[in-house]
């Protein structure tokens, strides 16, 4: 069986870029609308679960301006000291989005000891719940939107920042728990969901880090079966092996070797070598750039072959 025969338009760098950027300004608006809401009614109520929500929204909105610049320099063109590009940037960027995750939890729990060794009420209001039922609503919106974009786009940073937004989306409701038990006079809950809370954002980031470092480490970026299959789909190749690949989702880098028969002209063993790479730009989503070594047929390298056909 091969692979889907009609792949996404894939967009140009400059307008993929820029689309990336509108995305992270739009979501950044969102983020800091319902941080300030929940840190306002949060602070007025002693609700340290709802304080600690409005700095997680707050980050969010951090995360999206690290995003913006890490955007910024990602786009630059390759040049002599960066012949691949500077791709690379935007998973660095999407570790520092991260490391924004890893300060609130910090901030969340030193603040939850702090009410733990005194006395801790919490004031709940009407328009309180009407807050953070506003607020779950927004970001369930910004969640999708972003992830939606994140995929067509094939961009690291939206999908981290989708991820960052769905964790306050849990915490939302766990706040909307701790109100509900604050008015049963149970406000031990408060400082509870606060933990629960700083548990969410430590896994984002958790994700966030572990997608990043599989992009920095050089992690095999695609399925090289895949690839081998594609290959050997070109008439007149008679074996493909040594698949590597690594990348971004959008900017993905490939090689493979490929074996024809020892009698094939050099001319026509160039011409089958770009009738596969075009193949695997056009069936593979986000590969950008195919280098391929032709052998004669019966020759391996003394090198680890990856995705033997």
């Given at each position: 069986?091969?692979?889907?025969?009609?792949?996404?338009?894939?967009?140009?760098?400059?307008?993929?870029?820029?689309?990336?950027?509108?995305?992270?300004?739009?979501?950044?608006?969102?983020?800091?609308?319902?941080?300030?809401?929940?840190?306002?009614?949060?602070?007025?109520?002693?609700?340290?679960?709802?304080?600690?929500?409005?700095?997680?929204?707050?980050?969010?909105?951090?995360?999206?301006?690290?995003?913006?610049?890490?955007?910024?320099?990602?786009?630059?063109?390759?040049?002599?000291d960066?012949?691949?590009?500077?791709?690379?940037?935007?998973?660095?960027?999407?570790?520092?989005?991260?490391?924004?995750?890893f300060?609130?939890?910090?901030?969340?729990?030193?603040?939850?000891?702090?009410?733990?060794?005194?006395?801790?009420?919490?004031?709940?209001?009407?328009?309180?719940?009407?807050?953070m039922?506003?607020?779950?609503?927004v970001?369930?919106?910004?969640?999708?939107?972003e992830?939606?974009?994140?995929?067509?786009?094939?961009?690291?940073?939206?999908?981290?920042?989708?991820?960052?937004?769905?964790?306050?989306?849990?915490?939302?409701?766990?706040?909307?728990?701790?109100?509900?038990?604050?008015?049963?006079?149970?406000?031990?809950?408060?400082?509870?969901?606060?933990?629960?809370?700083?548990?969410?954002?430590?896994?984002?980031?958790?994700?966030?880090?572990?997608?990043?470092?599989?992009?920095?480490?050089?992690?095999?970026?695609?399925?090289?079966?895949?690839?081998?299959?594609i290959?050997?789909?070109?008439?007149?190749?008679?074996?493909?092996?040594?698949?590597?690949?690594?990348?971004?989702?959008?900017?993905?880098?490939?090689?493979?070797?490929?074996?024809?028969?020892?009698?094939?002209?050099i001319?026509?063993?160039?011409?089958?070598?770009?009738?596969?790479?075009?193949?695997?730009?056009?069936?593979?989503?986000?590969?950008?750039?195919?280098?391929?070594?032709?052998?004669?047929?019966?020759?391996?390298e003394?090198?680890?072959?990856?995705?033997?056909?």
């Open positions: 069986m091969t692979a889907a025969t009609s792949p996404p338009t894939r967009l140009p760098a400059g307008q993929r870029d820029r689309q990336v950027a509108t995305v992270l300004w739009r979501v950044m608006f969102l983020n800091l609308l319902v941080a300030v809401l929940k840190l306002i009614f949060g602070f007025l109520s002693g609700a340290l679960s709802m304080v600690a929500d409005g700095f997680h929204s707050t980050l969010d909105a951090s995360s999206n301006v690290v995003g913006l610049i890490g955007m910024r320099v990602a786009k630059k063109e390759p040049d002599q960066h012949p691949y590009g500077h791709r690379k940037f935007e998973a660095l960027a999407a570790l520092g989005i991260s490391l924004f995750l300060i609130t939890c910090y901030e969340i729990l030193t603040s939850v000891i702090g009410r733990f060794r005194g006395t801790h009420r919490v004031e709940v209001h009407v328009v309180t719940f009407v807050v039922v506003f607020t779950v609503g970001n369930l919106v910004v969640t999708r939107y992830r939606r974009q994140g995929d067509r786009l094939r961009s690291l940073i939206l999908l981290a920042d989708a991820r960052h937004t769905q964790s306050d989306v849990f915490a939302s409701l766990g706040v909307i728990a701790s109100l509900v038990a604050a008015l049963l006079h149970v406000f031990v809950i408060d400082l509870v969901v606060a933990v629960m809370i700083a548990g969410f954002i430590a896994y984002s980031g958790y994700i966030i880090v572990s997608s990043a470092f599989s992009v920095l480490a050089d992690a095999q970026a695609v399925d090289p079966q895949e690839v081998v299959r290959a050997m789909e070109v008439d007149g190749v008679t074996e493909a092996h040594r698949v590597r690949s690594r990348g971004l989702p959008d900017d993905i880098h490939l090689d493979l070797h490929l074996h024809v028969p020892p009698d094939m002209t001319a026509r063993a160039h011409q089958l070598a770009h009738e596969a790479s075009d193949r695997i730009r056009d069936r593979i989503r986000g590969v950008t750039d195919v280098v391929i070594h032709v052998e004669p047929e019966g020759e391996h003394d090198d680890p072959a990856v995705g033997e056909s």
